[in-house]
T-cell receptor, first 117, second 114 residues
Framework: AQTVTQSQPEMSVQEAETVTLSCTYDTSESDYYLFWYKQPPSRQMILVIRQEAYKQQNATENRFSVNFQKAAKSFSLKISDSQLGDAAMYFCAYSSGLQGGSEKLVFGKGTKLTVNP | DSGVTQTPKHLITATGQRVTLRCSPRSGDLSVYWYQQSLDQGLQFLIQYYNGEERAKGNILERFSAQQFPDLHSELNLSSLELGDSALYFC?????????????FGPGTRLTVT
């Protein structure tokens, strides 16, 4: 079974600075998807960024980018120019890419990010 | 707004009771997923439906059941409720077709069992 590990329960960053959240995963599959979700105090789950395992290029969405290291099974999230609104719980998630299989998400335990003004 | 709706937003009920949570997926999405978020278990996958049929089951208790209707909305039924069932229940939807696996989450239903 696939597992996702987020080793940093809490992180903090100064406004306008850069922070990197770590995620590692374990799988025997070669085709899969990885995601970062943000959960602010409202508890809404918001998709931040996604990465397909077959793509070598790291995904980028505005101030959010990932460092995907397939061999190391590592998928970190970098947030640049941090803003107060970035304060939230961040979850790393894995989804199988097997054809005909379930795309259920397997989540890590989350990293709570605090942004200091 | 993700386009996924869930009702009710909050539910308070007593042990032993039965409740139904409702989810309407984004327009065009065929897959619906249910997740449970609790303090001790984190975010856990419960069950998935694709175009009306069950596709995958996760850590779903036998007291829980779900279905997806022809109009693609889904309901999660929780019965013989226990204190430990108190949690935030999310519904998510996706196109469910190859290459379109992004899941969009509803606002959740917060269930409190007293």
């Amino acid at each position: 079974a696939q597992t996702v590990t987020q080793s940093q329960p809490e992180m903090s960053v100064q406004e306008a600075e850069t922070v990197t959240l770590s995620c590692t995963y374990d799988t025997s599959e070669s085709d899969y998807y990885l995601f970062w979700y943000k959960q602010p105090p409202s508890r809404q789950m918001i998709l931040v960024i996604r990465q397909e395992a077959y793509k070598q290029q790291n995904a980028t969405e505005n101030r959010f980018s990932v460092n995907f290291q397939k061999a190391a099974k590592s998928f970190s999230l970098k947030i640049s120019d941090s803003q107060l609104g970035d304060a939230a719980m961040y979850f790393c998630a894995y989804s199988s890419g097997l054809q005909g299989g379930s795309e259920k998400l397997v989540f890590g335990k989350g990293t709570k990010l605090t942004v200091n003004p | 707004d993700s386009g996924v709706t869930q009702t009710p937003k909050h539910l308070i009920t007593a042990t032993g009771q039965r409740v139904t949570l409702r989810c309407s997926p984004r327009s065009g999405d065929l897959s619906v997923y249910w997740y449970q978020q609790s303090l001790d278990q984190g975010l856990q996958f419960l069950i998935q439906y694709y175009n009306g049929e069950e596709r995958a089951k996760g850590n779903i208790l036998e007291r829980f059941s779900a279905q997806q209707f022809p109009d693609l909305h889904s309901e999660l039924n929780l019965s013989s409720l226990e204190l430990g069932d108190s949690a935030l229940y999310f519904c998510a939807s996706s196109l469910g077709r190859e290459g379109n696996y992004e899941q969009y989450f509803g606002p959740g239903t917060r269930l409190t069992v007293t």
